[in-house]
């Protein structure tokens, strides 16, 4: 028999996990602090909660999807405090979103003394990418929780590497994320380069895609920056702003320097403060045509 699965925080990423689990024949409840997260969850044929403690309580495992330290630090105090220490004691939590590693251990012991099983489980990709079945999730911590998760995991991807004890995970995240960070602002740089040079948008992805200059950042986000439009959104600068900072303090904590991925720290910033917290981060690309002063026109022509 399927467990049930629980999941708190329906955003882009868990509200994504929501409908697939669902589709694949899962029983999900969720909770959500956004009424209209939780209307979703239900048009999905899932059943909304009104409390993280709800979801524990109703789950057999609940599967965490936050934006924040604060956020867990809450989930974790709803467990710990809810009524029903036998269904406690039986839970797994796979905890998925990009947090400290501290925070997340805090969450850990402070879990296992109600007899809970905490993972550490980031996950690489979007929700466009889970739909594709081309996420990589990441799994650390306890070996026979892990393996009862994996059933879970092959519903979103074929590709989920256990990567060692708890908290590899997330240095494993740390490590894509870098990555990300550094591919997304390169892929805006490119692509201005070459308006600016007159070249038309379509055929700067189409010939870079073809290419040994490609990459998977640059094949999800340059259309977006093909269209000069970022309301698709699969991160928000807002949300990937917390994502950089604790990446870059980590780096900072174990003494690694990290240039390139620092020198795209101010692109970010200048979006969020030219009003593009909300878009997708392929939205750099605007920030890079106004420092360039590039003008778009809609003929042969972008400059």
Known sequence: ??????????????????????????????????????????????????????VANSADVV????????????????????????????????????????????AF???????????DCPISGTARRMREGAWTIFVSGNTAACKRARPIFEVFTRNAPYVGVFGNGSKMKYVANLLVAIHNVASAEAMVLGMKAGLPPQAIFDLVKAGAGNSRVFELRAPMMVKGKYDTVTMKIDVWDKDMQVIGDYARKIGVKTPIFDATKPIYVKAQKSGLGMKDTAAVCAVLEQMARLKRTRGKKTA
């Open 1 to 54: 028999m399927k467990p049930h699965i629980g999941i708190v925080g329906l955003g882009i990423m868990g509200g994504a996990m929501a409908e697939c689990l669902i589709a694949a024949g899962y029983r999900v409840c969720g909770y959500d602090m956004q009424p209209v997260a939780r209307r979703r969850l239900k048009k999905a044929g899932g059943r909304a909660l009104s409390s993280s403690a709800g």
């Open 63 to 106: 599967i965490t999807s936050l934006p924040s330290v604060s956020a867990l630090d809450d989930v974790v105090n709803n467990i710990i405090s809810m009524s029903g220490t036998a269904r406690k004691s039986k839970l797994i939590v796979i905890e998925t979103s990009t947090l400290p590693i501290a925070d997340k251990e805090r």
């Open 109 to 119: 012991r402070q879990l296992k003394k109600t007899g809970a099983i905490v993972l």
